[in-house]
């Protein structure tokens, strides 16, 4: 189905109007650029952490969280893990859309705040076989996904010109994919060796840990500008 929509719209780019100026170059623009402009080196350093930890915890939600459900609380159904996830995925929308228009330092600080009190819950939760206590934990992982990834891309985004932001978000989106996959493909090769219950808790230590150096980072930045919305 969704291949044959494909198909339909591939059809349609050749009857559309296309109003755009031809230019030499299209070979060369299909070229990938992946760079940190100069002068936003600083802030994308500072906000690194904070996208880390936000994709993250996402990555510990669709890779462990489903099999320590079955581990601690006998729930084998594929139904409730995706509801669980779903949670994460939802309120991170949710409060992405909620936060766009405020001050993105002050949404970035929401968001690794709920980071790391995601993170914490989520792994206490699980060592003590506390179920609403996980629910709560995606919910609040939810908030710091959304928050921790919009609030910094706003505050990259925001230094750059346009010319170059290309680029950046290219960089932000590696980062990102980075640390969604990696540390669930590690912590997939950790499990046998030293048993679900103490992987969860070194990938919690993890987010908490890439957060809280964002945080610090935050904290001693000299950069003060509102950013409500990107030019």
């Known amino acids: 189905m969704f291949g044959s929509l494909l198909v339909l719209l591939t059809l349609a780019l050749f009857v559309v109007p296309d109003g755009a100026v031809r230019r030499p170059g299209a070979l060369r623009s299909l070229r990938p650029a992946v760079f940190v402009p100069s ?29 320590a459900l079955l581990a601690d609380f006998d729930i084998s159904n594929h139904f409730t893990a995706g509801v669980l996830i779903a949670v994460v995925t939802a309120t991170g929308g949710l409060t992405a859309l909620l936060l766009q228009r405020t001050d993105a330092r002050r949404a970035l600080l929401v968001g690794l705040v709920a980071l790391i009190l995601g993170s914490a819950l989520t792994v206490a939760s699980f060592l003590t076989h506390f179920l609403p206590g996980v629910v709560a934990a ?42 969604y996959g990696l540390p669930a493909l590690v912590a997939g090769l950790l499990v046998p060796a030293f048993g679900l219950p103490a992987v969860i808790a070194g990938y919690g230590v993890f987010v908490a840990l890439a957060a809280s150096v964002a945080l610090a980072l935050q904290s001693g930045s000299r950069t003060r500008q509102v950013i409500t919305t990107v030019p």
């Open 39 to 67: 002068g936003s080196r600083t802030i994308f350093r500072d906000s690194a952490g904070s996208i880390v930890a936000a994709w993250a915890i996402g990555g510990l939600f669709l890779s462990l969280v489903p099999s």
């Open 138 to 179: 995606a919910v609040i992982a939810g908030v710091g996904f959304g928050a921790g990834f919009q609030a910094p891309v706003r505050l990259v985004l925001a230094t750059a010109p346009a010319t170059d932001r290309a680029g950046l978000i290219s960089a932000i989106y590696v980062v990102s994919y980075v640390a």
